[in-house]
């Protein structure tokens, strides 16, 4: 009886610990697969959700074609690509400039393009890929007025101008401290404030100066360096990964693309396309 039961107490503990070892080595293997690869999801999608802020001209905008409307410019036509190389298809979600990476953290859209700038603050919370386009920044004034800036000390006795949550907003009130600038969220009702009168200057992109002095009257870019110290790069934002996600194959494939369409000469031809497109 003894005997028996030390067998049965032996046996017993034998069972508890092999059912503990598996189920560890179980539970490591669990972990590993709960990862999941950004990647495939997005092609079991069919579809990458890209969030964007269609008041951009050349980068994004809204054109009717074909009677339809449709979100257009530079970044569409980049995103277009990443996803061709996916096999998937671009479905967008089109907000204000200040709520995209928040909706990325969200889940709600997979990539942001937008023209962003891949600055150190938002470096802290989600990943860039290689910067895609580089740019200046520049000073829109009106007409006639090119001259009015000279250095940063003419800025400030200016009323500044600049969309809300961008670099450009940073710059001018961080750097230069115009606390009191008038801070937008789109960027045609920045151009209406400039064409009526109610701010003088507006530090923005480049190219986003160039197409719209050529779609709005009255406005010209100034004959001034303020702005150039802070470069308007261009960078597509993911979310980064975590225990539960795993975005590494979808940043090389979406950085693939902008090295392929910067060897094939593509990327300098879209913003082309997209300036024309602006007109
Ligand atoms: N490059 C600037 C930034 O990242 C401005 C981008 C504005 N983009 C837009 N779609 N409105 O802050």
């Known amino acids: 009886m003894k005997g028996l039961k030390k067998i049965l107490g032996l046996t017993l503990a034998a ?5 503990l070892v598996g189920c560890s080595s179980g539970g490591d293997k669990g972990d590993k697969t709960e990862v999941a690869d950004k990647l495939q999801q997005i092609k079991d999608a069919g579809v990458l959700k890209v969030g964007t802020s269609a008041e951009y001209s050349p980068y994004e905008f809204h054109k009717v074609v074909d009677g339809e409307d449709k979100i257009v410019g530079f970044d569409d036509f980049m995103v277009q690509e990443m996803a061709k190389d996916m096999g998937v298809k671009v479905e967008y979600t089109d907000m204000d400039f200040d709520g995209l990476l928040g909706a990325l953290q969200a889940d709600k859209v997979d990539i ?9 603050t938002r470096k802290k919370s989600v990943d860039f890929s290689e910067i895609y386009y580089t740019n200046s920044n520049v ?10 800036i000279k250095n940063s000390n003419d800025l400030k006795k200016l009323k500044v101008g600049v969309q809300k949550g961008t670099t450009q907003a940073d710059y001018v009130t961080g750097d230069l401290g115009i606390t009191d600038a008038t801070q937008l ?5 920045l151009m209406m404030d400039l064409q009526n009168g109610k701010i003088d200057v507006i530090v923005t992109g480049k190219a986003v100066a160039e197409i719209n002095v050529k779609n709005y009257k009255n406005i010209a870019i100034g004959n001034s360096t303020v702005g150039d110290e802070v470069a308007e790069t261009a960078a597509a934002a993911i979310k980064r990964s975590d225990d539960k996600l795993d975005n590494s194959a979808f ?5 693939d693309t902008i090295a392929r369409l910067d060897k094939e000469g593509k990327t300098d031809k879209y913003m082309q396309q997209a300036l024309e ?3």
């Open 15 to 19: 069972m508890m610990t092999i059912s």
């Open 112 to 120: 942001v393009l937008a023209g962003m700038t891949p600055d150190e």
């Open 139 to 148: 000073c829109i004034v009106s007409k006639g007025k090119e001259d009015s």
């Open 185 to 189: 969220k789109k960027m045609p009702d």
């Open 251 to 255: 940043l090389k494939s979406v950085n």
């Open 277 to 279: 497109l602006a007109k």
